[in-house]
Structure formats: C-alpha cells, structure tokens
C-alpha cells in the first residue's frame, strides 16, 4: 500500500503538463497592481478553480485595488498551514517584446510574473490538490492571494493587509510563494523598507532685492539631506534621499521643497529607532523661518524569525533531501514581501518557496520550468512530514 507522500508525489507527477498549462494560463492573464479589473480576472478564475477542489472561497474588493482571494479546506484538529502569494505584477500590459509567455528551448521560460509569483500559485494550488488525492486530513489548508503586493498595498491603503492577516490568524506554520531562488534556498528573514516624505515650508522672496526677507526651503532640505544621509549605518538602517522638488525659479528665494526618503532596515526595531531620529532631524531648524514635516513610513516592515523558524526550515529541509532534491539552506533577503505580516502574527514562515528563476521586475523575468514541479514536491513533503507541534 503507497503512503500518502507516494501518493502525492504520484499524483503531482502525473499533473505535470497541467501544471505548465495553469502556468501560462494565468501568465497570460496580464495583472499589473494598477488595473484592477485585470486582477479581478485572474482573482475570478482562481476561484473557479478552489471551488472546483472543493474548497470555501472568499473574495474581497477593497477601493482602489484589485480582489484579494482567500480559500480554504475543511477544519481539522491541528493548526492549519497558511499558502501565501500575490497575483499583481510590476509590470504594464503588453510590457514583453515576445509576448506574455515564451519558452525557451533550454528549460526556461519567459513572461510577466512568470517568476514573482504566478508559478508559486500554481504550486500552491497543486500541493493542495495532491495533498487532497492523497487524503490528507491533519491540518486545514489556507490560500491568501493579495492584489497590490507590488505596491506595498498603497492602492488598498492597506485594507489587504488586514485581510490577510485575518486570513493568516491561528495558523501553525505558512508558506510564501514568491520568487524562488536558483540554489533552492529559502529566505527566512528578509529587511524592511519604506519611503517617506519630508516636506520643508519656507518664506518665497526675491532673492535679488529681498534675499534677507526670504527663507530658503531648499536650503534648509539640503541641510536635512546632508543630516539623513549622514545617520546610514549598513548593519542597522540605510537612508536615501532619491528625489527632491524644490523653488519655482532661480531668481526667488524658494518657499517650498519636497523630499522623498527611503530607509531600509533590518529589524523592525531598527525602524522604530530610524523614526525618531528623522522625527528629531526635521524638528531641528537650521535656517531660521523654516519649518519641517515628515510623512509617514510607506512600505512593509521587516520579516523577523520567529522561535520556531528554524524548526520548520529543518522539516523542509529534511523533506527535500529526502527526495533527493538537495539540501537547501537559508538566505537573509533584502528585498520585502508579505510573509513579514505572518511573522508578525508569530507565525514561523518560510519565504520563496515558488519556483525558481532570475530577473524579476525586469523584462527579462524568467523561471526554471521543471522547478515547478520539484518545488511542489518539496513543499508536499514538508507539510506531510510537520510535527503536530506546529
């Protein structure tokens, strides 16, 4: 008699070709964070597809954004598994010049989300379905699938944040589908960032015939700038003034002066302590008749292990080596995504577990196309193999 990881794995090896297919499909399925109704689209077609497993469903439309799509299996007695990912790609309708879907003669393919995430929903789905054919019954299995990622849900003003994390509550242990990295790695913590604005108010004069009646904004930015740029400890916090709008001519004493910051940190303490000391650089003047705001922190925060990071990453690890897939090992990230939310909840979470691949965000995004179906074996074993502890 097979066990229910033979099983699995079986049933995942038969439904290779299908999984390709789902692939394209919802590559095809163009979804830039900034056309809602598109992300609608996929959003409706993936619901279709968790009803048709059986699954509960439920969809939110926030303003401003696409729709979010949570499902999930029947309740069982230990905590249930989180699958974690986002439908929305940076990258505008019709942005590749070969088309939203290319193969590669070498094993690879090509296309908009392809890597960042849309083939970590397809594992996502099919660890659920193979799960499912071979009887599973331990845990419940939740799907969170976001809208606005790539904006840092901006466009939601975070409504799909809390929608998430109300997804996310009471869960063991979770899953995020995002770019998979080519040594098979997973990230178990990743740095926080955000971008701010700094705005300085001043006294517009002429700055020929009255420059003692005026108050220089752009003076008292640079200023600023010089400050901030000056507080950038790598192990801690770096900061980066990027853009600045500032005067209206060169003959006038500027009156006013914009500044965008971004900081990225490693702990989400380090953001606390990066919040004041900007807070005390924009309450010191140094021109006198100007004055200094600072906006909010725009961004996600840091992803943190939590006590029990570890001994999941030993399950996953365990379980691929026992397939004989190699023995992956973890990667501190500096890039930011979703799972910061599970971690914060205290849920231990690994991150990049979709398929593997190199060049997201960029027109030469391209993902490995047999690691979608090693990346969905690997995944099945470790949920299989959990501890009723998580």
């Known amino acids: 008699m097979m066990s229910q990881l033979d099983e699995a ?11 390709l297919r789902l692939w ?4 095809r399925l163009e979804t830039p964070s900034m056309d809602p109704e598109a992300v609608d689209k996929l959003a409706s077609h993936l619901d279709t ?7 509960e469903t439920e969809k939110f439309r926030p303003e401003g954004a696409g729709t979010c799509l949570s499902a999930w299996t029947a309740e069982r007695a230990l905590s249930p598994v989180l699958l974690l990912g986002h439908m929305d790609t940076v990258h505008p309708a019709g942005s590749f010049p070969g088309g939203a879907w290319t193969e590669k003669g070498d094993g690879w393919v090509c296309g908009p989300g392809v890597h960042d995430c849309k083939g970590g929903l397809v594992i996502a789905l099919y660890v659920i379905r193979a799960l499912q054919y071979a009887g599973y019954d331990r845990r419940q299995l939740r799907l969170a699938l976001a809208s606005d990622e790539e904006t840092a849900h901006t466009l939601s003003k975070w409504k799909v944040v809390e929608h998430l994390q109300k997804t996310a509550r009471g869960c063991g242990a979770a899953f995020t589908f995002e770019s998979g990295l080519l040594s098979g790695d997973v990230v178990t913590r990743r740095k926080g960032g955000g971008i701010m604005k ?13 420059p003692e009646k005026g108050a220089s904004a752009v003076l008292e930015a640079a200023r600023k700038i010089v400050a901030i740029h000056a507080l950038s400890d790598p192990a801690h916090v770096t900061y980066n003034c990027g853009i600045i709008h500032g005067g209206t001519s060169a003959n006038v004493v ?18 606390e302590d990066a919040m004041e000391k900007l807070g005390a650089i924009c309450g010191m003047v140094e021109t006198p008749g100007t004055r200094c705001t600072l906006g909010p922190l725009v961004g996600f925060p840091a992803m943190e292990e939590t006590p029990r990071t570890g001994e999941l990453f030993e399950v996953y690890r365990s379980a691929s080596e026992a397939l004989g897939l190699g023995s992956p090992g973890t990667v501190y990230s500096a890039g930011c995504s979703d799972s910061a939310y599970t971690t914060a909840l205290g849920i231990p979470t690994l991150c990049a577990v979709g398929v593997l691949g190199e060049g997201q965000h960029s027109i030469h995004e391209h993902a490995q196309t047999a690691s979608l179906l090693t990346q969905a074996k690997r995944l099945t074993a470790a949920i299989l193999a959990l501890p009723d502890t998580f």
């Open 9 to 19: 794995l079986a049933y995942l090896d038969r439904c290779q070709q299908e999984m």
């Open 49 to 55: 597809y968790c009803n048709a497993l059986g699954m």
């Open 254 to 271: 500027p009156d006013h002066c914009e500044v965008s910051v971004a900081i990225r940190f490693h702990t989400n303490q380090d953001c």
């Open 24 to 27: 394209e499909t919802i590559v």
């Open 198 to 210: 700094l705005t300085v108010e001043g006294i517009a004069s002429h700055a020929g015939t009255a």
